[in-house]
């Protein structure tokens, strides 16, 4: 028999930030491997961009809803309506995030504080909240299993300075993720975190053009490249499939092996 365990027809996979960036990267390899796609962004002319380009690659059906996860009662509502109109909820993988610094930490101010606690850290408790929340009911019928996905970051886990506000909330979102792997496991749910290294998207884009930035910061990469949206395919895939149905609770490095550096 053929071992195929990356085709994902009859799954439904959810994820938070899916119109654009890691999120789309993620979203365009599930759909290409036959799942059912759900993605949610704040933009609803952008959502419909990325249901058109997702549309074309697999067999599976695409939606998208406008949500924005620091609102409970939208991700509420919005993870009711993706179980109504799919049936059930095999992944969710909570990637939406925002990112804001500053100069440096003596000067940050509650406000930056809080715009980074509320996506990445209250969206995503919301959101794991609530997909877990159906998982779990589905299993307590009888059909347990399914796949909880974190988008943290290396700043989770290293040095990030001028950056204090937005590592706490991926160092939280890390440990949140493996508690949740080591309280839901009894269903057979999986949680996992998944800790990006410098990815050209919209949040790196001052960056992406800065001679100095390159030169010191992308240099030090081994694999020599800026990562990109697309590199994070494989690993959503993976989480999402039933080859990943005994690997809970860790955290997986995308980085081009930086961080070993």
Same mark, same amino acid.
């Given at each position: 028999?053929? $071992? ?110 809080? $715009? ?16 877990? %929340? ?5 299993? %307590? ?28 909330? %991926? ?15 009894? $269903? ?49 895939? $993976? ?23």
């Amino acid at each position: 028999m053929t $071992y195929a365990p990356f085709n994902l027809s009859g799954k439904v996979c959810l994820v938070t930030g899916g119109n654009r960036g890691i999120g789309l990267g993620m979203a365009e390899a599930l759909a290409a491997s036959n799942a059912d796609v759900a993605i949610w962004g704040r933009n609803a002319e952008v959502n419909k961009e990325a249901v058109a380009k997702l549309e074309k690659l697999g067999t599976g059906k695409v939606f998208a809803w406008s949500v924005d996860v620091g609102e409970e009662d939208q991700v509420v509502k919005g993870m009711a309506e993706v179980e109504e109109h799919f049936g059930r909820i095999d992944t969710c993988i909570a990637n939406a995030g925002v990112g804001r610094g500053a100069a440096n930490f003596e000067e940050m101010t509650i406000e930056t504080w809080r $715009y980074n606690q509320r996506i990445n850290s209250e969206g995503a408790f919301f959101t794991l909240r609530e997909a877990g %929340k159906s998982m779990v009911k589905r299993a %307590k019928a009888g059909d347990p299993g399914g796949s909880l996905v974190g988008t943290a970051s290396l700043a989770g886990i290293e040095g990030a300075g001028r950056n204090e506000a937005y590592a706490h909330t %991926k160092g939280g979102l890390i440990a949140m993720m493996n508690a949740i792997a080591t309280e839901y496991g009894r $269903y057979r749910i999986r949680a996992n975190s998944i800790l990006p290294g410098w990815i050209a998207t919209d949040m790196t884009d001052a960056a992406q053009g800065n001679d100095t930035f390159t030169s010191k910061v992308i240099s030090r990469v081994p694999i020599r490249r800026w990562g990109e949206p697309e590199d994070f395919g494989g690993i959503a895939v $993976y989480l999402a499939s039933d080859a990943s149905s005994y690997h809970s609770g860790t955290t997986l490095i995308v980085d081009g092996a930086y961080s070993k550096f």
